[in-house]
């Protein structure tokens, strides 16, 4: 069919902000009619004015706002027969063929119901007179395409729905604050979170926050939780802990099916251990706010990549969901996932948790288990006389911390002594190393910076006094957790082997830096943390210049060369432009963007935002550009500049920060543990293959480890970044959605795949099966 005359329809129930404008902009730039359906299908239903064409300015301004600015509503008409018929005439007679639906699953369920009886609702449309067999024939068949929105991440086949990252952030907010009161009064609080049939917002809150307990509708406690829960919240305070955590899902439930509540765990630990105890209800705080930077790029790459889909849809083409796998876009088809989701409701009433648990990532129940919950007795005699160091290197950035607990005591509960290694590979050749304990760690998943210290010297110059510490402190393995620094410095301790034998252990490199410049992972930790401070900043700055009109503000980020904050934040707040060094530019660019702002200054639309990497270009610098924009926008449009320096480097870590940083320590020493046991020879450890150093990170769908000297082909050392990047994959994105006339890559296709085949059960051990 001629793009030119395709036309899409926009129907959000519940959705995301960043989706509708998404689909909005690129259905445009494609040469689709975009129509909205305000107040969900009750607006399908009633048509008129529910359903009015979109223009490129009607969404604009909407990035930074809550819900959804066209309105849902739950719609009884639509689940029956003759109100279907009304919603399928008023689309016959616009000439509507193709639905984006942004919903839950039971949005979806109605919403291919519908594509399911659109013959036979054109057939009686027709019989009746409401419709002419030429216009039955120009409609005759129905496109559907579904993106996920609902905060509890309660659906299968996707790992993250729309809407459950800025759930995160304001449960984690309100749990930084009341944890201050708590340690003051020295209080047990009690939080209940959304969640009636998913658990998944209370277990990363519980993750995040470091919390004593989590009760979750898939995992119910054994019988006797009661007494369990209180030997674990007097084992805490022995420890010296000033409070205790409780986290509670809505559903929350007991083998006997009976609910669990907040009122019933205060009375028993009032009761039980006189603790001074409050409980608190979050409730529909959860819902609202402003949405975060992952949000945001979530949902704008999930509405191009529903935009593509109806594109190459077919009459014989399923309705498919798109969906997030790791971190890679994937379509499903809509009724396999629906399905699944249906399937693990049937096994939670029916009992079956270990089928139901899957709904979630049990990678994240096991690490909350064993870092939160699972503590060995004093009297454990699971011993493995092995010394594991754990040091942080290279600029601070926030997660660091949530790194090392998990490490530390995932390494505790594995039989390992841990060692604390202050201020880097400095400390480490200086003799600054500790024995760090299960307490000492304790609260640190929330704190920003580091903890231990960090520092950027790199080791070789150090060498010799590094590989005697090792052999004096009798170090088997270490975890190095930091930036470039972090992965150059293994790559000398590695190339330092063939000289020092005691620098033949296994190590792994965690990659922790605001640049995400690490090679070998598509994410770092303290990226997400940075990114969210630069876009609430280019959110306030928009705001200011859509007060003053015709205003364009010109913003410096960090990154080095890697343009990932550039890019991503550009995409996340709506920026004109993002200049970054692995794109090049010249003057001729940098003209095309002030007519285009010239032009945009003509709409509706009066302001501009243009970010700009550090080190995107040496001679076209900040106060360049700068200078350029105000003397060609002169009487046109003024100019403001901010360079936002180490504010974003600082800062509480988001939940997507701690989460990532849990999993990735956790992660890092049970490899660590395993590689130990294939290094020991002759009663000694000695690792020297390229396999024994090892990156871990985040590839696509999932984290994986790849040998450090594997990686250095891959990487641009002069500017320290990797050599290729996933996410310069957006950039066109990001120019069409600032209205550029480019052409769009679409040699990538995301093909139809399974929600079966992707599933990997997992058992609670925690050992993943391959």
């Given at each position: 069919?001629?793009?030119?005359?395709?036309?899409?329809?926009?129907?959000?129930?519940?959705?995301?902000?960043?989706?509708?404008?998404?689909?909005?902009?690129?259905?445009?730039?494609?040469?689709?009619?975009?129509?909205?359906?305000?107040?969900?299908?009750?607006?399908?239903?009633?048509?008129?004015?529910?359903?009015?064409?979109?223009?490129?300015?009607?969404?604009?301004?909407?990035?930074?706002?809550?819900?959804?600015?066209?309105?849902?509503?739950?719609?009884?008409?639509?689940?029956?027969?003759?109100?279907?018929?009304?919603?399928?005439?008023?689309?016959?007679?616009?000439?509507?063929?193709?639905?984006?639906?942004?919903?839950?699953?039971?949005?979806?369920?109605?919403?291919?119901?519908?594509?399911?009886?659109?013959?036979?609702?054109?057939?009686?449309?027709?019989?009746?007179?409401?419709?002419?067999?030429?216009?039955?024939?120009?409609?005759?068949?129905?496109?559907?395409?579904?993106?996920?929105?609902?905060?509890?991440?309660?659906?299968?086949?996707?790992?993250?729905?729309?809407?459950?990252?800025?759930?995160?952030?304001?449960?984690?907010?309100?749990?930084?604050?009341?944890?201050?009161?708590?340690?003051?009064?020295?209080?047990?609080?009690?939080?209940?979170?959304?969640?009636?049939?998913?658990?998944?917002?209370?277990?990363?809150?519980?993750?995040?926050?470091?919390?004593?307990?989590?009760?979750?509708?898939?995992?119910?406690?054994?019988?006797?939780?009661?007494?369990?829960?209180?030997?674990?919240?007097?084992?805490?305070?022995?420890?010296?802990?000033?409070?205790?955590?409780?986290?509670?899902?809505?559903?929350?439930?007991?083998?006997?099916?009976?609910?669990?509540?907040?009122?019933?765990?205060?009375?028993?630990?009032?009761?039980?251990?006189?603790?001074?105890?409050?409980?608190?209800?979050?409730?529909?705080?959860?819902?609202?706010?402003?949405?975060?930077?992952?949000?945001?790029?979530?949902?704008?790459?999930?509405?191009?990549?529903?935009?593509?889909?109806?594109?190459?849809?077919?009459?014989?083409?399923?309705?498919?969901?798109?969906?997030?796998?790791?971190?890679?876009?994937?379509?499903?088809?809509?009724?396999?996932?629906?399905?699944?989701?249906?399937?693990?409701?049937?096994?939670?009433?029916?009992?079956?948790?270990?089928?139901?648990?899957?709904?979630?990532?049990?990678?994240?129940?096991?690490?909350?288990?064993?870092?939160?919950?699972?503590?060995?007795?004093?009297?454990?005699?699971?011993?493995?006389?092995?010394?594991?160091?754990?040091?942080?290197?290279?600029?601070?950035?926030?997660?660091?911390?949530?790194?090392?607990?998990?490490?530390?005591?995932?390494?505790?509960?594995?039989?390992?002594?841990?060692?604390?290694?202050?201020?880097?590979?400095?400390?480490?050749?200086?003799?600054?190393?500790?024995?760090?304990?299960?307490?000492?760690?304790?609260?640190?998943?929330?704190?920003?910076?580091?903890?231990?210290?960090?520092?950027?010297?790199?080791?070789?110059?150090?060498?010799?006094?590094?590989?005697?510490?090792?052999?004096?402190?009798?170090?088997?393995?270490?975890?190095?957790?930091?930036?470039?620094?972090?992965?150059?410095?293994?790559?000398?301790?590695?190339?330092?082997?063939?000289?020092?034998?005691?620098l033949c252990i296994p190590l792994v490199v965690i990659p922790a830096t605001v640049s995400n410049n690490v090679p070998g992972s598509?994410?770092?930790?303290?990226?997400?943390?940075?990114?969210?401070?630069?876009?609430?900043?280019?959110?306030?700055?928009?705001?200011?210049?859509?007060?003053?009109?015709?205003?364009?503000?010109?913003?410096?980020?960090?990154?080095?060369?890697?343009?990932?904050?550039?890019?991503?934040?550009?995409?996340?707040?709506?920026?004109?432009?993002?200049?970054?060094?692995?794109?090049?530019?010249?003057?001729?660019?940098?003209?095309?963007?002030?007519?285009?702002?010239?032009?945009?200054?003509?709409?509706?639309?009066?302001?501009?935002?243009?970010?700009?990497?550090?080190?995107?270009?040496?001679?076209?610098?900040?106060?360049?550009?700068?200078?350029?924009?105000?003397?060609?926008?002169?009487?046109?449009?003024?100019?403001?500049?901010?360079?936002?320096?180490?504010?974003?480097?600082?800062?509480?870590?988001?939940?997507?920060?701690?989460?990532?940083?849990?999993?990735?320590?956790?992660?890092?020493?049970?490899?660590?543990?395993?590689?130990?046991?294939?290094?020991?020879?002759?009663?000694?450890?000695?690792?020297?293959?390229?396999?024994?150093?090892?990156?871990?990170?985040?590839?696509?769908?999932?984290?994986?480890?790849?040998?450090?000297?594997?990686?250095?082909?891959?990487?641009?050392?002069?500017?320290?970044?990797?050599?290729?990047?996933?996410?310069?994959?957006?950039?066109?994105?990001?120019?069409?959605?600032?209205?550029?006339?480019?052409?769009?890559?679409?040699?990538?296709?995301?093909?139809?795949?399974?929600?079966?085949?992707?599933?990997?059960?997992?058992?609670?051990?925690?050992?993943?099966?391959?």
């Amino acid at each position: 069919m001629d793009r030119a005359m395709k036309l899409t329809l926009i129907l959000s129930v519940s959705g995301m902000n960043a989706a509708v404008r998404a689909t909005v902009r690129v259905g445009l730039y494609t040469g689709a009619k975009v129509f909205f359906v305000h107040e969900g299908y009750q607006g399908l239903v009633d048509g008129g004015d529910n359903i009015r064409p979109a223009t490129w300015e009607s969404v604009s301004m909407m990035l930074q706002l809550g819900g959804t600015v066209i309105g849902s509503a739950r719609c009884k008409d639509f689940q029956t027969r003759e109100g279907r018929l009304k919603a399928a005439l008023n689309l016959v007679k616009r000439g509507i063929t193709n639905l984006c639906v942004i919903g839950g699953d039971g949005s979806l369920t109605g919403a291919n119901q519908f594509r399911t009886e659109w013959s036979g609702l054109l057939g009686e449309l027709i019989s009746k007179g409401k419709i002419t067999a030429e216009e039955a024939k120009c409609a005759s068949h129905l496109n559907i395409v579904g993106m996920v929105g609902s905060i509890d991440n309660d659906f299968c086949g996707t790992d993250m729905t729309i809407g459950t990252d800025s759930a995160l952030h304001r449960i984690v907010e309100v749990v930084d604050s009341i944890t201050t009161t708590a340690q003051s009064h020295q209080r047990a609080f009690i939080l209940e979170v959304m969640g009636r049939h998913c658990g998944y917002l209370a277990l990363v809150t519980a993750l995040s926050c470091g919390a004593d307990w989590v009760f979750i509708p898939e995992m119910p406690p054994d019988d006797g939780w009661e007494d369990h829960l209180c030997r674990r919240l007097m084992e805490t305070r022995n420890r010296g802990s000033r409070l205790n955590v409780i986290i509670v899902a809505e559903g929350a439930m007991g083998r006997d099916g009976k609910p669990i509540t907040c009122d019933q765990i205060k009375e028993l630990v009032t009761k039980r251990l006189g603790y001074d105890t409050r409980a608190t209800i979050l409730g529909h705080v959860q819902r609202g706010g402003t949405p975060s930077a992952f949000d945001r790029i979530l949902g704008s790459r999930m509405g191009v990549e529903a935009v593509m889909a109806l594109l190459e849809a077919t009459p014989d083409t399923p309705a498919c969901v798109v969906s997030l796998s790791g971190n890679q876009a994937v379509r499903l088809p809509l009724m396999e996932c629906v399905q699944v989701t249906k399937d693990v409701t049937i096994a939670m009433k029916e009992g079956k948790y270990d089928e139901a648990v899957n709904s979630v990532s049990l990678l994240q129940t096991w690490v909350y288990s064993l870092c939160a919950v699972c503590f060995p007795p004093l009297s454990w005699s699971g011993r493995s006389n092995i010394n594991v160091a754990v040091l942080n290197v290279g600029a601070p950035c926030a997660g660091m911390n949530a790194a090392v607990r998990a490490a530390v005591r995932i390494g505790i509960i594995q039989g390992h002594s841990m060692l604390a290694v202050h201020d880097g590979f400095e400390g480490l050749a200086q003799g600054k190393i500790e024995s760090i304990t299960w307490n000492s760690v304790g609260g640190w998943t929330g704190k920003g910076g580091s903890v231990l210290g960090t520092k950027r010297t790199l080791p070789a110059k150090h060498i010799e006094e590094i590989s005697l510490n090792i052999a004096k402190y009798n170090i088997h393995a270490l975890v190095i957790i930091g930036g470039f620094e972090a992965f150059s410095g293994g790559l000398e301790l590695v190339h330092a082997r063939q000289k020092y034998e005691e620098l033949c252990i296994p190590l792994v490199v965690i990659p922790a830096t605001v640049s995400n410049n690490v090679p070998g992972s598509d994410f770092s930790i303290g990226a997400d943390t940075a990114l969210n401070t630069i876009t609430s900043t280019c959110d306030r700055i928009k705001q200011s210049a859509a007060g003053t009109k015709r205003r364009v503000f010109i913003i410096e980020t960090m990154g080095g060369y890697c343009g990932y904050l550039a890019t991503m934040s550009g995409l996340a707040a709506g920026a004109d432009a993002a200049y970054i060094f692995e794109e090049k530019f010249n003057i001729r660019d940098l003209e095309v963007n002030v007519e285009h702002l010239v032009e945009k200054m003509k709409t509706t639309v009066k302001r501009g935002l243009i970010l700009r990497n550090e080190n995107s270009n040496a001679n076209y610098t900040t106060d360049f550009i700068f200078n350029l924009y105000s003397e060609e926008g002169k009487g046109i449009f003024d100019c403001r500049k901010n360079v936002l320096g180490h504010m974003q480097q600082g800062g509480t870590p988001t939940p997507f920060d701690r989460n990532f940083a849990t999993k990735m320590g956790a992660k890092s020493v049970l490899w660590l543990t395993e590689k130990l046991k294939e290094c020991y020879r002759h009663g000694r450890i000695f690792a020297n293959s390229q396999d024994s150093a090892c990156v871990l990170g985040m590839r696509k769908r999932g984290l994986m480890f790849q040998p450090l000297t594997e990686l250095k082909e891959q990487t641009d050392f002069e500017h320290r970044i990797p050599r290729t990047a996933w996410w310069l994959k957006l950039r066109p994105i990001l120019k069409i959605l600032a209205k550029y006339k480019i052409n769009l890559d679409t040699s990538e296709h995301t093909h139809m795949e399974h929600i079966i085949s992707k599933r990997t059960p997992v058992t609670l051990s925690g050992k993943m099966k391959e």
